[in-house]
Structures are given as structure tokens and as C-alpha cells.
């Protein structure tokens, strides 16, 4: 029983370790998480991210202000860059939503 605990415990943690920050929907709480990357430094990457929008690629990070080059060598293994999938849904559902004015609009011409 004690050596189950164990290995699923084990488990967790590598699954946890493993697991990338993607730059592009990262929190400042996941930032801060990163090895060398503090509140100040986290605060940095959110407003790079505001400013420039998301990141292209994982190298971006060493535009932002603080971040040097050894830091990022650092870091690089545990980043990640992806899309932000809230953007990319509301981006699908704006033509659906002009599709339905359209299509409103339509009826609305013949019903006249």
C-alpha cells in the first residue's frame, strides 16, 4: 500500500514538473512559479505580452526588460508558446455573429 502511495505520488510530481508555461496565457502567479522570475520580472513579460501582444516564439522572452540571456537558457526548458484559446474561440464566433445579422437584415428586406 505504502509503495502505491508512493509511485502515484512520484507520478504527480513528474507530470507537474513537466508541464510547460505557455507565455501567451500565463498568469503572473505560473510566472512567479519559474526559477529566477519574480514578482517585478513577471509583472515585465504580462506588460511585454500586453504591449506586443503574444508571443511568437519562446526566444521573444529575451526582448523583454530584465530577462538576460543566461536567465532565459534557464527558463527555456519550461516554456512554451501557444495560441491563447479564448481568443481563438470569440475569433470563430464573430463571423457567426455577423452571419446572423446578415441573415436577419435578409428577412427583415423581405418582409417589405
Given at each position: 500500500?505504502?509503495?502505491?502511495?508512493?509511485?502515484?505520488?512520484?507520478?504527480?510530481?513528474?507530470?507537474?514538473?513537466?508541464?510547460?508555461?505557455?507565455?501567451?496565457?500565463?498568469?503572473?502567479?505560473?510566472?512567479?512559479?519559474?526559477?529566477?522570475?519574480?514578482?517585478?520580472?513577471?509583472?515585465?513579460?504580462?506588460?511585454?505580452?500586453?504591449?506586443?501582444?503574444?508571443?511568437?516564439?519562446?526566444?521573444?522572452?529575451?526582448?523583454?526588460?530584465?530577462?538576460?540571456?543566461?536567465?532565459?537558457?534557464?527558463?527555456?526548458?519550461?516554456?512554451t508558446v501557444a495560441p491563447a484559446a479564448v481568443k481563438a474561440a470569440s475569433a470563430a464566433a464573430k463571423p457567426a455573429a455577423s452571419a446572423k445579422g446578415e441573415i436577419r437584415a435578409a428577412e427583415a428586406h423581405?418582409?417589405?
Amino acid at each position: 500500500m505504502l509503495r502505491s502511495a508512493i509511485v502515484l505520488a512520484l507520478a504527480l510530481v513528474s507530470q507537474w514538473a513537466i508541464a510547460a508555461v505557455n507565455l501567451n496565457t500565463a498568469t503572473k502567479e505560473e510566472l512567479i512559479a519559474l526559477p529566477g522570475i519574480g514578482p517585478a520580472k513577471a509583472q515585465a513579460i504580462l506588460d511585454y505580452r500586453k504591449a506586443n501582444g503574444a508571443f511568437k516564439s519562446v526566444e521573444e522572452l529575451k526582448d523583454v526588460k530584465g530577462i538576460s540571456a543566461k536567465r532565459f537558457e534557464k527558463l527555456k526548458p519550461e516554456l512554451t508558446v501557444a495560441p491563447a484559446a479564448v481568443k481563438a474561440a470569440s475569433a470563430a464566433a464573430k463571423p457567426a455573429a455577423s452571419a446572423k445579422g446578415e441573415i436577419r437584415a435578409a428577412e427583415a428586406h423581405v418582409r417589405k
